[in-house]
C-alpha cells in the first residue's frame, strides 16, 4: 500500500534520511523505533508529504505521489490520517468541530453528516459526552483520542502515528493505546513510530529498528526484540528496555 | 454649557471677551474641540478598519511562499515604516496630483494639470496606507505565534493551505493581534494629528485654530491633550484587560 524506495532528506546541509527503503502492504502494522533525532518523525512526516522528500520516490496505492505534477498532495493527505505527537488538536474548536471540520471541508459533508460522523466516533473512542469541550478542558489522553477521532474522520486508508504516547502521564498511556488497538483489530494500515516496546510485540506485523536516517534492521518484534542482529539495535533495545 | 451669554454663537462670545476667565474660556472652547475630536476619532477609525483590510492580506503576502509576494510585501513596509508619516501625507497630499493628472491626461481625458486632492480622501489615503504597514506586521507576528504544527494537522487532514490559514490559522491568531491592534489604535489616535498640516480639521487642527485666533494657547493646548488623554486612556485600559484575559486560557 505504500511504497518507499530509496529516500533521502537533507535540511540544508543535514542528510537526515540517507536512502530508506520499504514495503508497508495492506492492513500491516508497522512500529518504528530507534534512537532521538535519527530521522524516525521525518521518515513518517515525508509518507504524507508534510516533508519533501530531497530524493526517492513514495508510492502510495501504486500512484506516485512524489511525481508532483501528476498528484495533487491533498488528496493524497486526505488518505492518510496522522497523529502528533503533541496532539495538535484546535484550540478554538469543540473536540466535535475538531473531528468534523476536515470532512466538510475536505470531503464535502453536510454539517449533519459531518456531525454524524464524528459522534459516532466520539463513541468509538469513549469521549461522547467531551463533545462540546474545548482541548483545554481535555486531559492529554483525551486531547489524543479526539485527536486520532479527527483523523479518522476523514475514513484514511492508512493511519501514521508519530510518538502518540510519548507526552502523556504515565497513566493515560493505556486508554490511547487501546485505541489503537482497537484500529489494529479492525484492520486499519498503520506505521507507527513509538517507544512504547510492550505495544510493538503485541501489536505490530514487523518492527524497523531506524538509526542515522537508514533501517538498519527489520523484522518481526520476535526477530527484533528477542534476536536482535545488529549491534546497534542490541544497543538502542539494551538502553530503553 | 454655561449661560453667560445666552443666545449669543460661542464664537461671538470667544471674540467679544478675550478676557475670559480661564474656566470660562475653557467650557466655551471645549465643545469646539469635542466635534473636532470626532473627525479625529473617524480619521482614526476609517485609517486602522482599512489598515487592517490591507494588513491581513499583506501580513499573509509576508508569508506566501511565492518569493515575488514576499517581496513586495516586505518593500511596501519597508517603504512606510522607514519614513515619517508626515512625509506621506505630502506625497499624497503635494505628490499625487500632478501624476493622476499626467495619467488623466495620458488617457485624454484633461490638460495635464494637477488635479486637486481635498484634505479628508488625502488624509484618509495616507493614513490608511500607514496603517496597513504597520498592522502588516502585526498580523504577520500574530500568524507566526500559532504553533506550526496547527498548520501541519490542518494539512495532514488534506485541508488546502488557504482553508487552513481561514479556519484553523487565522482564527488564533486574531485573538492574539487584538491587543496590538489596539496599541495601532492608540497610536493612529495621536499620530493622526499629522493631517492637520494638509488643513485637515481634525482636533490638533482645531487647537491651532482657537489658540490663534484668541490668542490663548495655554487653555487651549491644555484641553487638546485632556482630550486625547480621554480618546486614549480606554483603549489603553481595556489592553491592559485583554492581555490580561488572554495570558490566562487561550
Ligand atoms: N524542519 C527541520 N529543519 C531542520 N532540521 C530538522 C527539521 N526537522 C528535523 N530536523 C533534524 O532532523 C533530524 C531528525 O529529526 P527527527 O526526524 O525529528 O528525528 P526523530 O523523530 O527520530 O527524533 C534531527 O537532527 C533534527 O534536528
Ligand atoms: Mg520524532
Known amino acids: 500500500m505504500i511504497r518507499v524506495e530509496n529516500l533521502h532528506k537533507y535540511f540544508g546541509r543535514l542528510h537526515v534520511l540517507k536512502g530508506i527503503t520499504n514495503h508497508v502492504a495492506q ?21 504524507n508529504l508534510l516533508e519533501e522528500p530531497s530524493a526517492g520516490r513514495i508510492f502510495f496505492d501504486n500512484v506516485e505521489v512524489t511525481d508532483h505534477r501528476a498528484i495533487d498532495v491533498n488528496e493524497v493527505r486526505m488518505e492518510i490520517g496522522m497523529v502528533f505527537q503533541r496532539f495538535n488538536l484546535f484550540p478554538h474548536l469543540t473536540a466535535l468541530q475538531n473531528i468534523s ?70 497513566e493515560m498511556i493505556k486508554e490511547v493505546l487501546d485505541v489503537m488497538k482497537m484500529l489494529v483489530a479492525e484492520g486499519m494500515t498503520m506505521v507507527v513510530v513509538t517507544h512504547e516496546m510492550g505495544f510493538a510485540r503485541e501489536v505490530a506485523d514487523r518492527v524497523l529498528f531506524i538509526d542515522d536516517g537508514v533501517i538498519v534492521e527489520e523484522g518481526t518484534p520476535a526477530e527484533i526484540f528477542n534476536r536482535p542482529r545488529q ?6 533495545l539494551s538502553k530503553i528496555l | 454649557m454655561i449661560e453667560l451669554y445666552p443666545g449669543r454663537p460661542k464664537e461671538v462670545v470667544l471674540t467679544l471677551y478675550p478676557s475670559l476667565k480661564t474656566w470660562d474660556f475653557l467650557h466655551l472652547i471645549f465643545p469646539l474641540l469635542l466635534k473636532a475630536a470626532l473627525m479625529t476619532l473617524i480619521l482614526t477609525v476609517v485609517a486602522v478598519g482599512n489598515g487592517i483590510i490591507i494588513g491581513t492580506f499583506c501580513g499573509i503576502g509576508r508569508l506566501a511562499r511565492n518569493p515575488f509576494i514576499r517581496f513586495l510585501t516586505a518593500i511596501y513596509v519597508d517603504l512606510i515604516r522607514g519614513t515619517p ?29 494637477p488635479i486637486h486632492i481635498p484634505s479628508f480622501p488625502a488624509a484618509i489615503m495616507a493614513l490608511s496606507i500607514n496603517s496597513g504597514a504597520y498592522v502588516t506586521e ?37 485573538k492574539r493581534v487584538i491587543p496590538p491592534l489596539c496599541n495601532e489604535f492608540i497610536a493612529m489616535l495621536k499620530d493622526s494629528s499629522l493631517v492637520s ?10 487647537g491651532q485654530i482657537i489658540a490663534t485666533t484668541y490668542y490663548r494657547p495655554a487653555e487651549t493646548w491644555f484641553a487638546v491633550a485632556v482630550i486625547f488623554l480621554l480618546l486614549t486612556l480606554p483603549v489603553t485600559r481595556l489592553v491592559a484587560l485583554l492581555e490580561r484575559k488572554l495570558k490566562t486560557g487561550d
Open chain 1, 27 to 47: 492492513g500491516e502494522v508497522v512500529c518504528v523505533i530507534g534512537p532521538s533525532g535519527s530521522g524516525k518523525s521525518t521518515f513518517l512526516r515525508c509518507l
Open chain 1, 101 to 170: 471540520l476536515a470532512p466538510m471541508l475536505v470531503r464535502g459533508l453536510s454539517r449533519e453528516e459531518a456531525e454524524a460522523r464524528a459522534y459516532e466516533l466520539l463513541d468509538r473512542v469513549g469521549l461522547r459526552e467531551k463533545a462540546q469541550s474545548y482541548p483545554d478542558q481535555l486531559s492529554g489522553g483525551q486531547q489524543q483520542r479526539v485527536a486520532i477521532a479527527r483523523a479518522l474522520a476523514m475514513r484514511p486508508k492508512a493511519m501514521l502515528f508519530d510518538e502518540p504516547t510519548s507526552a502523556l502521564d504515565p
Open chain 1, 231 to 236: 549491534e546497534r539495535t542490541r544497543d538502542f
Open chain 2, 85 to 113: 508619516l508626515l512625509v506621506q501625507i505630502f506625497m499624497v497630499y503635494f505628490g499625487l496630483p500632478p501624476i493622476i493628472g499626467a495619467i488623466v491626461a495620458k488617457l485624454g481625458l484633461g490638460d495635464g494639470n
Open chain 2, 138 to 174: 502585526i498580523i504577520r507576528a500574530g500568524i507566526q505565534s500559532i504553533d506550526r504544527g496547527q498548520m501541519e494537522a490542518a494539512r495532514s487532514l488534506g485541508m488546502t493551505h488557504a482553508q487552513a490559514m481561514r479556519y484553523i490559522i487565522l482564527p488564533q491568531a486574531m
Open chain 2, 197 to 206: 498640516t494638509i488643513a485637515m480639521e481634525e482636533l490638533v487642527r482645531k
